[in-house]
């Protein structure tokens, strides 16, 4: 299927607009028309903080961690010429993910933005060994291999900290969070979202040339003036910002970051540098989705975002595996 | 052409080391503009390594590439882009862009529309105005490597190194090719391209670099490179270069195995 972009992110802007004004009439508690009435106009109402305070940011921490994944997705796709590629492939996000596992453990789970801050440093500290490492071997190879094997590291680090957690309760806490989900999120999450996907939009703007080059790999996108030690750097650091954020705002929610620039694709959209955005709209929208989805079945269920996105992103993944490998036995 | 708009490329004690082994050693050559230059020697020669290192995309450990005079080391690669155009061996193409949408990766100097229209033209030229619009997933090898050449092609570069541009194609596109590079050195470019076909060597080369073991063993016109001697000490091959009617005609056997 072959849509234009403009076409194409004006539907997704479309969709993701009308599943939000939707989303914001439904809730755990129903509100009668006074109460919205109430929302609109006395500011200090049950009904305006119901509307205003907890399902508006929700709503909108979905959107932005959605659309954070789909960017960062499609970033790491570009930068590893790899349609498999995702955020959590390089480590950052087991990273941030042991980051909130030791707030956690350390008792930090109630106090004001400490898990989020130590996800954030946890990612940090793993962007900045990736570019340490990028400075001296920029093959995208080597920086795979080092990311698989950070990425174990984390996930091993935060299988003691389980471990060695002093009570079941943390642990429950621990896997709460890593099972992600946007409930309960405050404008500052929003805030934080938006300051991300800001920053890192601005960076991609010069990167039309480096991924578009790219595609025909390495060697021939240095022959044509790209300095491939600079754009290695950008997308980890843009990537990393974005996956380390969302971890921070939601926990851990697999396979958008991946499926979101295969969707783009799917409607004829191949260039790696014009899919970024779409894909981040395309996150955004596979997570308000899935957090409706959730909302829509009976809370006892209790169902958390990142094990349906998960649950659902599997078997895609398995297909695209499968039509690679198919691909591949052509070549 | 006019020897004040000459160009170029010099290589002074070129020598290159790939880990331990020094892959190209003390190599020194003059190419200048509107010539066809074919690189031949056997496998492992070095043929590649030395395009690479024109390319700048490999350090040199000793020597220099100096390009109009000027160094080529010193300058950023974005500069060094726009005089030197490189086709490297691998022919990866990651996503499934249009043929043209990949060709016009090579003319980023000029507009989009623009883009698109010299790398129509030039897909014409290699035969692909068929499928230029369509993905180079559904391409096949020969086609494939004729977009990817086409991508250099229009490049505004005033140098192309070509590691291999006739890999996968048929042997009537192979000389189509070599036309059509052939028609580019004439109208001023510098066309450097490595080959393991000695026959279509002999036929289309201005100049021949024969290589052996990292070393230049000569430059010089085929027919002064296609020698009995030098045949039988780099190739193994028993052979001799007939010229007749503005035609060069290789004729090889093989010597039996050292």
């Not at chain 2, 726009?82 to 000029?110: K, T």
């Not at chain 2, 070599?178 to 000695?198: N, P």
């Not at chain 2, 027919?223 to 001799?240: R, T």
């Amino acid at each position: 299927m072959h849509v234009s972009l403009r076409s194409l992110s004006i539907g997704l802007g479309v969709a993701i607009g009308v599943l939000l004004i939707v989303l914001m009439l439904f809730g755990d508690v129903p509100l009668s028309g006074v109460m919205w009435l109430d929302a609109f106009i006395h500011w200090n109402s049950l009904g305006s903080e119901i509307v205003w305070g907890i399902r508006l940011p929700r709503n909108l921490a979905g959107i932005g961690v959605g659309a954070m994944l789909g960017m960062s997705g499609a970033l790491m796709q570009g930068l590893l010429r790899n349609p498999l590629a995702e955020p959590g492939l390089l480590g950052v996000s087991a990273g941030s993910g042991l980051g909130a596992a030791l707030a956690i453990v350390f008792g930090l789970g109630l106090t004001p933005f400490a898990v989020e801050s130590f996800a954030l440093i946890g990612a940090a500290v793993v962007a900045v060994i990736l570019l340490i490492f990028v400075q001296r071997f920029p093959q995208r190879q080597s920086l795979i291999l080092l990311g698989v094997g950070l990425s174990a590291l984390c996930g091993a680090l935060m299988a003691l900290v389980f471990n060695l957690s002093p009570s079941p309760v943390t642990t429950a806490e621990m896997l709460g969070w890593m099972m992600g989900s946007v409930a309960n999120r405050n404008w500052f999450d929003v805030m934080m979202c938006v300051l991300g996907l800001g920053a890192v939009s601005a960076m991609s703007l010069q990167l039309g040339k480096g991924l578009r080059f790219l595609t025909l790999g390495e060697e021939t996108a240095r022959s044509m003036g790209i300095d491939m030690t600079r754009l290695t750097q950008v997308i980890v650091i843009g990537s990393s910002l974005l996956a380390g954020l969302s971890v921070s705002v939601a926990g851990v929610i697999g396979f958008v970051g991946l499926a979101a620039p295969h969707l783009v694709r799917a409607f004829g959209i191949k260039d790696p540098y014009l899919l970024i955005w779409p894909s981040a709209l395309t996150g955004a929208l596979m997570v308000i989705v899935s957090d409706g989805l959730i909302r829509l079945m009976p809370p006892t269920a209790d169902v958390r975002l990142g094990v349906l996105t998960s649950l659902v992103g599997a078997p895609l993944f398995a297909i695209l595996a499968y039509k690679s490998a198919r691909s591949w036995m052509q070549d | 052409m006019d020897a004040g708009l000459m160009s170029q490329l010099t290589l002074t004690n070129v020598s290159v080391k790939l880990g331990q082994e020094t892959v190209v050693q003390d190599v020194s050559a003059d190419l200048t503009s509107s010539k066809l230059y074919v690189l031949v020697g056997p496998n492992g020669a070095g043929k590649t390594t030395l395009l690479k290192a024109m390319a700048s995309l490999l350090p040199l450990k000793d020597g220099l590439i100096r390009f109009n005079g000027e160094e080529l080391a010193g300058q950023t690669p974005a500069r060094r882009a726009e005089s030197i155009a490189y086709l490297p061996q691998d022919r990866s193409i990651a996503w499934d862009l249009a043929c043209v949408d990949v060709a016009a990766l090579g003319a980023q100097h000029l507009t989009p529309d623009l883009a698109r229209q010299k790398s129509f033209a030039e897909l014409q030229a290699l035969g692909l105005q068929e499928v230029s619009d369509r993905g180079v997933f559904g391409l096949s090898g020969g086609q494939r490597a004729r977009v990817l050449l086409a991508r250099v092609l229009v490049s505004p570069a005033e140098v192309f190194l070509l590691d291999e541009p006739l890999i996968a194609l048929d042997p009537a596109w192979q000389r189509q090719v070599l036309i059509r590079l052939k028609q580019r050195a004439e109208a001023g470019q510098t066309v450097i391209l490595s080959l393991h076909d000695l026959h279509l060597a002999a036929q289309f080369a201005d100049q021949v670099l024969l290589m052996h073991k990292g070393k230049l063993v000569k430059m010089d016109t085929p027919e002064n490179i296609f020698v009995p001697e030098l045949l039988s000490e780099v190739f193994n091959l028993k052979g001799e270069l007939v010229s007749g009617d503005g035609q060069r005609t290789l004729r090889l056997e093989s010597l039996p195995l050292l």
